[in-house]
């Protein structure tokens, strides 16, 4: 199921990029990729995360990734952490998003009608679930990747340093 799940959403047709340096461009549209695959499937995140490397789609794209971000620059231990913090981040997020975030705050309710809680919520936690709810998920999915790949950027910088300075 999984693996019919990967494959009708197009990951298999995944291609590494062109130029090496597109590293962090790539690893964000192939992050958006298996997403939608995920999520056009009910329950998609956790049949995929279930199944794990027995989607040999799955298995594919993550010695893909490994391999273009080690032709980035990154050593294969940090390119594999890499790779599997960004998949890990794609599985927990399409699981949540498919499990639903919670009590909708009272004014954004569909109906527009006060929402109907087992408890109050703290003011500032009501202030949160109004602002968030003004966001779709895949801007909410994307904002948390840009954090992953600009942290992982820094990395690259990082470790690409102190090979020179041991130079």
Partial sequence: MAQAILVQGGVEDIKPPR??????????E???VVRRAMVSHRDGGRVVAGASFRARTLENVVMLAINVLNKAGFDLLHASLATATTID???GYVIEEQA???PEPED???QGQRAASRFELDPLLDAIMK???KLTATEKFDWGLRIIVSGLKSELVDSMSNIKTKS
Avoid: C, I, Q
């Fill in 19 to 28: 130029d090496s340096t597109a590293w962090a461009e790539w690893l964000v």
């Fill in 30 to 32: 192939t992050a958006h």
């Fill in 89 to 91: 981040y794609v599985w």
């Fill in 100 to 102: 639903g975030y919670g």
């Fill in 108 to 110: 954004v309710t569909p």
């Fill in 131 to 133: 602002e968030t709810a």
